[in-house]
């Protein structure tokens, strides 16, 4: 679904990803792992026109996307988290979902301007959407908070249920347990899982080993801007080149 | 639900078409209690300077940007009108519609280039779009009249009846206004203005939420422009008269002021900022005096210790006690 062929980036010389190439099947679950500053949020931004990859080409459902800008790579239907939360604090939790629905809503602002009819119905249909969506994640009770006084977990499910709620195709979630306690930890990895078995694609960033050997389908491992390894999760356990790049270092700085 | 709670469901359900009615109804029976046409006419220039106010607040508090240089289509509304009506004979009301929409021409063509810039930059370059306008507003004596103004421009009017005395004023320039209200309320509670939103919040999450921020920013400053445009032909017909003078920086810069008072990215909040920036002069001598150092003291304190602007400043610090007050609640 998502085929990245030798994508580069450089940061004013100096290299912060280099020939980068992989794929993500649909329908499943893809982990990208490494050790910090490996790249794994440039990758990110590069996918989703955060920022220009320097090099490579990134297809997306046969279509080239790596020069397209971030809202039209969106509306092909890729959504994302960020590593470092960006969740609308001025606005409620129910507003902050229905961000998720931009594209639905309708783009004339002569027409919104105007209130026509069937914006009114449109507006009310996407309301229950991301009432929905608020369901799922447990954050019903929280629906009219100005999201800005969550705790730091709800604001990390905010972030989640906003990327999901209009279904889109591709999923990029980066590091969306980091910071969480275990329990946290265990509610979001079951809600990965349920987005899964729902059929979603998705392509996780993520430290936390054990959730990815549970869950991932597909593991890439990127060290120092380069990919070294693609496989399950068994596969890329047992080779020695990430054993020695990633959890050598893991453990000796642990 | 008892009925009482029914009731202030009710009211909370519909609090923003309540509160327009409320204001309409308002507006409308004024003139019956108050005919002092001095009173009137500042009412009347509050609701000139909130049409401009509306649009301006919608661009520093949707679009995150800034503008020092409204004035500048607040004045080519002003003098555009003045000129196609009384040099081009053009009848005012198609006038104003054509001069509207050359002033978006206009806004278009400066929005594509200096929307790319941001801050300081589009600060300054705002401030330089007003220093040209006001400049030729000034020096361009055979079709502005220069710096001693223009004169003898016609009122507006439905056939025979003119809009010629203060409470007729009242009541075409207040229309105007909860008009462009109610649009800009549309506006922001639409899907549309759920993405102006997020763009005012993190323009990158903005775009990847699938907005197209660039866009966005021009058709909101284009807009802007046009609120603007519209506000300087009313001014123009209201007084018949219009010199440069009313067109500077300054003007601009009361513009920011009233949106800063009446909050960022808050409709209700830009006719409140307009209102008490037009009425203070008349309420302290001393103002009228110090009129500059007390409206940058005013944008001084705000901006530190408010940024999102006095009114929203408070009404949101409020929420937030509200909120937390419920969260604990809710976790003891
Ligand atoms: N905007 C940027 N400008 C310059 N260097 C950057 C920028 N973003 C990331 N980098 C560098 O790129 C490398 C990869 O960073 P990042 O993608 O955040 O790693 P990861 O997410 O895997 O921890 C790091 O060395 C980082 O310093
Ligand atoms: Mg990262």
Excluded at chain 1, 103 to 120: K, N, T, V, Y
Excluded at chain 1, 174 to 199: F, K, W
Excluded at chain 2, 277 to 290: A, R, V
Aim: aromatic fraction near 8%; charged fraction near 15%; hydrophobic fraction near 50%.
């Amino acid at each position: 679904m998502l085929q990245l062929k030798h994508v580069s980036k450089n940061f004013g010389g100096l290299p912060a990803l280099s020939e980068v190439t992989f794929g993500v099947p649909k329908g499943q679950l893809t982990a990208l792992i490494g050790p910090n500053g490996a790249g794994k949020s440039t990758l990110i931004n590069c996918i989703t026109g955060v920022l220009q990859p320097s090099s490579g080409n990134i297809r997306f459902q046969e279509r080239e996307i790596a020069a397209l800008p971030a809202h039209q790579i969106s509306r092909q239907g890729i959504s994302r988290t960020f590593q470092n939360l960006k969740v609308f604090s001025r606005l409620t939790v129910l507003e902050n979902i229905l961000t998720g629905l931009t594209c639905e809503g309708g783009d004339s602002m002569i027409m919104a301007m105007l209130r026509l009819p069937h914006l009114r119905h449109r507006e009310r249909q996407l309301k229950l959407r991301a009432m929905e969506a608020l369901d799922r994640f447990g954050l019903t009770d929280k629906a009219n908070w100005p999201a800005g006084i969550l705790a730091y977990g709800d604001k990390k499910r905010v972030e989640l249920a906003r990327a999901t709620v209009s279904r889109p195709q591709l999923i990029l979630l980066d590091e969306p347990v980091a910071g969480l306690n275990a329990e946290e930890t265990a509610t979001v990895g079951e809600q990965l899982r349920l987005l899964r078995s729902s059929g979603h694609t998705m392509l996780l960033v993520e430290h936390d080993m054990a959730l990815v050997m549970d869950i991932a389908d597909q593991v890439v491992v990127l060290d120092s801007g380069k990919c070294i390894a693609t496989g399950t999760p068994g596969e890329v356990r047992q080779n020695p080149l990430v054993l020695e790049a990633y959890l050598g270092r893991m453990d000796a700085t642990a | 639900m008892t009925s009482k709670q029914k009731f202030l469901y009710f009211i909370y359900l519909h609090r923003t078409g309540l509160t327009v009615t409320g204001l309409s109804l308002a507006l409308l029976l004024l003139p019956l209690f108050e005919d002092n046409p001095y009173t009137l006419g500042l009412t009347n220039l509050i609701a000139i300077n909130a049409i401009v106010v509306l649009g301006l607040n919608l661009f520093i508090g949707y679009a995150g940007q800034i503008s020092l240089g409204h004035a500048a289509f607040f004045g080519l509304g002003a003098y555009g009108s003045a000129i196609a009506t009384v040099t081009y004979e053009i009848p005012p009301w198609p006038a104003m519609i054509l001069v509207a929409a050359i002033v978006a021409l206009v806004a278009l063509l400066v929005g594509i280039p200096i929307l790319r810039l941001s801050g300081h930059y589009l600060a300054m370059a705002t401030l330089g779009l007003n220093f040209v306008v006001h400049t030729i507003l000034l020096q361009w004596d055979d079709v502005t009249g220069g710096p001693s103004g223009f004169s003898g421009i016609p009122y507006l009017s439905f056939g025979n009846f003119e809009f010629d005395d203060e409470v007729r004023l009242h009541y075409l320039l207040w229309g105007v206004t909860l008009l462009s209200l109610l649009l800009c309320l549309n506006l922001v509670r639409s899907g549309v203005g759920r993405g102006l939103s997020a763009l005012a919040g993190d323009e990158i999450a903005a775009a990847a939420l699938g907005v197209n921020t660039r866009n966005a920013k021009i058709k909101i400053f284009v807009l802007s422009a046009v609120l603007a445009s519209l506000a300087g032909s009313l001014f123009a017909h209201c007084y018949s008269f219009v010199s440069p003078d009313s067109f500077t920086i300054f003007t601009s810069t009361d513009m920011v002021i009233m949106v800063v008072i009446g909050g960022m990215g808050s409709i209700w909040g830009s006719l409140f900022g307009a209102a008490l920036i037009t009425l203070l002069p008349e309420w302290l001598d001393l103002f009228e005096t110090y009129k500059d150092f007390i409206h940058g003291g005013i944008l001084v304190l705000v901006l530190m210790f408010l940024p999102q602007g006095l009114v929203t400043g408070l009404v949101e610090s409020i929420k937030i006690k509200l909120a937390l007050r419920r969260r604990k609640n809710a976790s003891t």
